[in-house]
C-alpha cells in the first residue's frame, strides 16, 4: 500500500510464535528424554531406552537386558578385519595413519561418531570394535566403528537407527548438514554423509559412511579442516576397502564398483519440510532447530504470499525455532510449500512473487529491499531478498524472504533479522535451496 508506515505484517507475530516455541520446547524435551538411557552390562550389550528404536531390538530379554553372545559367532571375534594405518590410506595420501585406540564393547566411549544418539546401535548385539586413527603430518582424524549383530535382521535394524541419527543430528551443537550420498558399492548398502560445524573463517568438516553387510554395521568418520565441503570420494574409498574386508567374515558385500549419489538423508519431519540439521548456523546460538506445524501466513508488506487465491491444490507451512536458546520470542524460521497442479501454475506463481518483492519499493513507501541472490539450476529457480521497513518511531523491521519453484511446487521462506541474530546472503541462499530439495516428498 503506497504511503504505508504500519509495521509489515511479518512482525505482528511474536505471541503466535511463543506459543509454537513452547509447542517445540515440549517436543525437544520428549525427544531429548528417550534418546537414550544406557547401561553397560559387558561384553557389546547394553538396557536401553531409545527413541529411534534400539530397545525392539531382536535378542533383549525382558528386563531389557541383553547376554553377551560373544561365543555365538565367528564375525569379528578379534579386531584383525579392521582397517591399519596402510588400510586407511584412501583417506588421504599425504602422510601417514597410525592407530591411538581400538577398543571393544567393555571399553568402548559413550560417542565415538558424530550424531551418535546411544551407546550402541543395536543393544543386543554381540560385539563392538572402535578403532581410531591420526594423520601424523595433517593432524586429520578418522574413526570406524563396527557393531556385530545376531544376524543379518538385526544388522538392519542397526544400521536403520544409525542412518536415524545422522538424519536427526540432534546431538551436535552448531551442525548442519553439507551433503549425503546414497551409496552403493559399500557393503549391502549404505549412506554417506558430511556435516559441517564453523570453525573461524574455515569449516570442520565430518565426513560420516555408514553401511552394513551381513550380521555387521559399519560407521567410518573423517574429520576435516576446509573452506569448502570435502567431496565423498576420500571415505567411499576407504569405507570399501574397510567392507571388503568384513565382507570376508561377515558375508553381504556387494560386487559392484563403489559410487556415491547425492541424495538427502531420510528425514522423519513431516514430508516435504526441512529436518532441523538442514537449517542454518548461527555463531550466537548452540541449542538445536525443532520444528513445529504453523499457520500459512502472508508474509510482509512486499510479497501478497496467498496460495489459496492462487489454487494450489495443497499448501501447509513448518516453523523452526531454538527453544532452548535465549532468543527473542521474533526469532525463527518459516517454510512454506505449496503444490500446484501443473508445474507452469507454480513458475507463474513465484514469478509473480518475484514481481512484487522487487517492486516492493515503488508500493510500500517505507520498504527497502535488496536482491541477495538467484537460484538457477536444471530443477528449480528462485530469489532471495533483505527487506527493511522503517516504522517512522525509530523501529525498523528486517526480514530475509526467499522463494522459488522446483516442478509443481513452491517453497517459501522468511525469517527475522534480529540483531545479533543473522545469516549471510549465501546461507540463506543455500537454506531455500536445500528446503526446494526436500518439498520433492511433498505430495
Known amino acids: 500500500m503506497a504511503g504505508s508506515h504500519r509495521a509489515p505484517r511479518g512482525g505482528g507475530r511474536a505471541a503466535a510464535r511463543e506459543a509454537r516455541r513452547q509447542k517445540a520446547r515440549k517436543r525437544n524435551q520428549t525427544i531429548a528424554a528417550g534418546i537414550a538411557v544406557v547401561l553397560l552390562v559387558g561384553g557389546g550389550g547394553v538396557a536401553a531406552l531409545n527413541a529411534f528404536g534400539g530397545d525392539n531390538s531382536p535378542g533383549a530379554n525382558a528386563s531389557g537386558a541383553s547376554d553377551d553372545k560373544s561365543a555365538d559367532s565367528n564375525v569379528l571375534t578379534d579386531d584383525k578385519a579392521l582397517l591399519d594405518g596402510a588400510t586407511a590410506k584412501p583417506l588421504g595420501a599425504t602422510g601417514a595413519w597410525t592407530i591411538t585406540k581400538t577398543a571393544d564393547g567393555s571399553t568402548a566411549p559413550d560417542r565415538a561418531f558424530a550424531c551418535q544418539s546411544q551407546r550402541f546401535a543395536d543393544p543386543a548385539g554381540l560385539r563392538t570394535w572402535v578403532r581410531t586413527f591420526q594423520n601424523t603430518a595433517t593432524k586429520q582424524t578418522a574413526v570406524q566403528y563396527v557393531e556385530v549383530s545376531n544376524d543379518a535382521a538385526a544388522a538392519g535394524k542397526a544400521y536403520t537407527s544409525i542412518v536415524g541419527w545422522l538424519g536427526q543430528c540432534n546431538s551436535e551443537k552448531q551442525t548442519r548438514l553439507s551433503a549425503s550420498y546414497l551409496t552403493t558399492g559399500v557393503g549391502e548398502r549404505g549412506w554417506i554423509a558430511v556435516f559441517g560445524q564453523p570453525s573461524g573463517t574455515k569449516t570442520k568438516y565430518k565426513t ?43 558375508g553381504g558385500c556387494s560386487k559392484a564398483a563403489p559410487l556415491a549419489k547425492p541424495s538427502l538423508l531420510p528425514s522423519t519431519e513431516a514430508p516435504g519440510f526441512m529436518a532441523p540439521v538442514d537449517l542454518p548456523v548461527l555463531s550466537e546460538i548452540d541449542k538445536p532447530w525443532v520444528s513445529t506445524p504453523a499457520k500459512t501466513g502472508p508474509g510482509t508488506q512486499c510479497e501478497n504470499f496467498d496460495p489459496k487465491k492462487a489454487k494450489a491444490t495443497k499448501y501447509g507451512s513448518q516453523t523452526y525455532l531454538t527453544p532452548d536458546a535465549k532468543v527473542p520470542t521474533e526469532f525463527g524460521l518459516d517454510d512454506t510449500v ?46 532471495t531478498w533483505e527487506a527493511s521497513f522503517d516504522t517512522g518511531d525509530g523501529k525498523k523491521f528486517t526480514y530475509r524472504i526467499g522463494v522459488a519453484a522446483s516442478g509443481d511446487r513452491v517453497v517459501y521462506l522468511l525469517f527475522p533479522v534480529l540483531k545479533g541474530l543473522d545469516v549471510t546472503d549465501s546461507g540463506f541462499r543455500e537454506t531455500l535451496i536445500r528446503a526446494t530439495e526436500r518439498s520433492v516428498a511433498y505430495r
Open 208 to 250: 560420516i559412511a555408514v553401511s552394513v553387510a551381513g550380521q555387521a554395521t559399519m560407521v567410518l568418520e573423517h574429520d576435516t579442516i576446509a573452506g569448502t565441503p570435502p567431496p565423498p570420494n576420500a571415505v567411499l574409498a576407504a569405507a570399501a576397502a574397510a567392507a571388503k574386508r568384513i565382507c570376508a567374515q561377515s
Open 338 to 383: 505449496a503444490k500446484f497442479a501443473t508445474a507452469k501454475a507454480a513458475s507463474t506463481f513465484v514469478a509473480q512473487i518475484r514481481k512484487n518483492v522487487d517492486g516492493c519499493e515503488k508500493t510500500v513507501s517505507n520498504a527497502k529491499v535488496d536482491s541477495t541472490g538467484e537460484i538457477v539450476t536444471s530443477v528449480m529457480k528462485g530469489e
